[in-house]
């Protein structure tokens, strides 16, 4: 399993080495945007709109947008610093809280720790700490220069960190719209509600639920596939040298053959033959 972030993970006087690895993939299928004519990628280029054409990487830099077309320019070493200044410091656990404190909302993206040379016996402590008490671990952490709020849980035997929203990025309930104050329904339409409930209701099985959207377009495409329904991008036309060069050589000739043949004298009016005589 790929590691993309190595870290230290401490509570107390404990210092725990871990390697983080992605716990989720995501599994959509991409499709590419086709030039319908002749079945080319579309390429996308950055165009700059006020010098009309297009910049390279070298040429961009970022900036933050604070009104409309005013910008404070940040500068790529300015950036870099602060990253690090993130980065090297270790990942400290803040606070123990019960995990029902906590509502779904704020969760974001889970990653599995595995520890780090030496770290096994400190992963284990921290592990059974939490076991024991039931309780997770609140901590930041900055994962691909972005300082995330944590929390710190067991999945199975292995420790978990589960980024989560900061509660300003959480919108307000309140500005949902049209959300009923009170239900008005009466006892019976609610007893059959619960009814359909206590019928509908199961344990949690996630191997029976499956992206059928995803299923139904892999099966469009494997059977375009065998009915070789497939295109492929046509080449673009590279100019070919020895034709352009006898296209030259030829137009050459005809201009020099042009040149060659004998011009038509000009006829001479009266006035200019007296002028001549004189």
């Not at 830099?61 to 610093?81: G, H, Q, R």
């Not at 016996?121 to 900055?142: F, N, V, W």
């Amino acid at each position: 399993m790929h590691t993309m972030w190595k870290g230290t993970i401490s509570f107390g006087l404990v210092n725990i080495p871990v390697k983080m690895h992605a716990a989720t993939e995501n599994k959509d299928i991409r499709l590419r945007n086709l030039h319908k004519e002749c079945r080319t990628p579309i390429k996308y280029e950055k165009v700059c709109p006020n010098c009309d054409r297009e910049v390279t990487n070298d040429e961009i830099v970022k900036a933050y947008e604070y009104a409309k077309n005013k910008f404070v320019v940040l500068d790529d070493d300015e950036l870099a610093e602060l990253k690090k200044e993130q980065a090297d410091k270790a990942v400290q656990i803040m606070d123990f809280v019960d995990m029902e404190e906590i509502d779904p909302i704020y969760f974001e993206k889970s990653y599995y720790l595995s520890p780090n040379e030496g770290g096994a016996k400190s992963y284990g402590l921290l592990r059974e700490a939490l076991e024991d008490s039931g309780k997770i671990g609140i901590a930041k952490i900055m994962i691909r220069s972005k300082e995330q709020l944590a929390v710190i849980r067991i999945y199975q035997n292995t420790l978990v960190v589960e980024t989560i929203h900061y509660p300003d990025e959480v919108r307000d309930v309140k500005d949902v719209p049209n959300v009923p104050a009170e239900s008005n329904n009466d006892a019976k339409e609610l007893e059959t509600a619960k009814l359909l409930v206590d019928e509908l209701s199961a344990e949690f099985d996630p191997d029976k639920y499956h992206d059928t959207y995803r299923e139904a377009l892999m099966e469009l495409i494997e059977a375009k596939k065998e009915g070789e329904e497939v295109t492929t991008a046509e080449d673009k036309a590279k100019p070919d040298n020895v034709t352009n060069l006898m296209d030259a050589l030829e137009k050459s000739v005809e201009r020099a053959q042009k040149d060659d043949e004998p011009q038509p004298k000009r006829k001479i009016a009266p006035k200019e033959k007296k002028k001549m005589a004189k």
